[in-house]
C-alpha cells in the first residue's frame, strides 16, 4: 500500500478550499488541545443530513425532487475539481490510465479522507480497494448512493478538462457496509457515449423510489 500522498504527488493537483485548509492548519490542527476527532463528528453529522435531505425529498416529491438533488451535488462535485485540476499541466510522461487513477487517489484520499490500494492492470483498466472510509461505520449498504453524485461531477469535469485522459467508466463492485473487508472500485476507458456510472446511479434513484413507494404501502 503505498503511503498517504505519495501517489498524489505524480499529479500536481490542488486541495479544494486552498484559504480555508491553510486556516485550518495553522488556526486550529496547530493547537495542542484541539482533537481532530471533532472534525469527523462534524463531518458525519454533514453527511448524514445530505442523505436524510435526499431521502425526505425523495419521499415528498419524488423522481423531480430526487433529480433536483442530484444536479445540485453533481454540480458540487463539478466546482471541487475544477478548483483542484484548472490550469494544472499533466506531466507528459503520463499515460491516460495513469492520470485516471491518480486522480481517483486525490478523490479518495482527500475529498473522501480514505485510505485506499490503488492497481492499474493495463493501458485500458485500472481500480483500487478503499481500506477505510470514514462512512464505513455509519453509512448503511443503500445509503453509500448518495456520494456518487459528488463522483457524477468530478467526472463530468475531468472530461471537461482533459478530454481523453479523462474519459473512463467506473463501477461499483462491493462495499465494507455489505459486509467485505473493502470498497472495491473498478475503471475502464469509456466506449461510446454511455457514462456507465450514471446509469447505475439511475437505477439505484429508480430502487429507492420502489422503497418509498413500499413504505407508503406499510403505513396504510
Known amino acids: 500500500m503505498s503511503k498517504i500522498g505519495e501517489r498524489r504527488e505524480r499529479l500536481p493537483l490542488r486541495f479544494p478550499f486552498g484559504k480555508a485548509v491553510e486556516n485550518l492548519r495553522s488556526t486550529c490542527l496547530s493547537r495542542e488541545d484541539y482533537d481532530p476527532a471533532t472534525l469527523f463528528v462534524w463531518g458525519q453529522m454533514m453527511a448524514l443530513g445530505v442523505l436524510r435531505i435526499l431521502q425526505a425529498v425523495e419521499e415528498r416529491f419524488g423522481a423531480e425532487g430526487q433529480e433536483v438533488c442530484r ?18 499541466e499533466i506531466p507528459a510522461h503520463l499515460s491516460d490510465i495513469e492520470v485516471a487513477s491518480l486522480m481517483t487517489s486525490w478523490i ?4 473522501y ?24 461505520d455509519v453509512y448503511r449498504p443503500f445509503d453509500c448512493r448518495v456520494q456518487r453524485y459528488f463522483v457524477e461531477g468530478t467526472m463530468q469535469a475531468a472530461r471537461e478538462l482533459w478530454g481523453d485522459k479523462g474519459n473512463f467508466d467506473a463501477f461499483f463492485r462491493y462495499s465494507i457496509p455489505q459486509g467485505r473487508d473493502t470498497c472495491l472500485f473498478e475503471m475502464k476507458r469509456r ?30
Open 71 to 88: 444536479r445540485a451535488i453533481n454540480d458540487l462535485g463539478r466546482g471541487i475539481f475544477l478548483e483542484m485540476a484548472s490550469g494544472v
Open 108 to 111: 479518495n484520499e482527500v475529498l
Open 113 to 136: 479522507a480514505s485510505i485506499e490500494e490503488a492497481f492499474i492492470k493495463n493501458e485500458d483498466k485500472a481500480g483500487f480497494h478503499i481500506c477505510y472510509c470514514p462512512h464505513q
Open 191 to 220: 466506449e461510446g457515449e454511455a457514462d456507465r456510472w450514471r446509469q447505475y446511479s439511475e437505477e439505484l434513484q429508480h430502487r429507492a423510489l420502489e422503497r418509498v413507494k413500499r413504505k407508503k404501502r406499510e403505513k396504510k
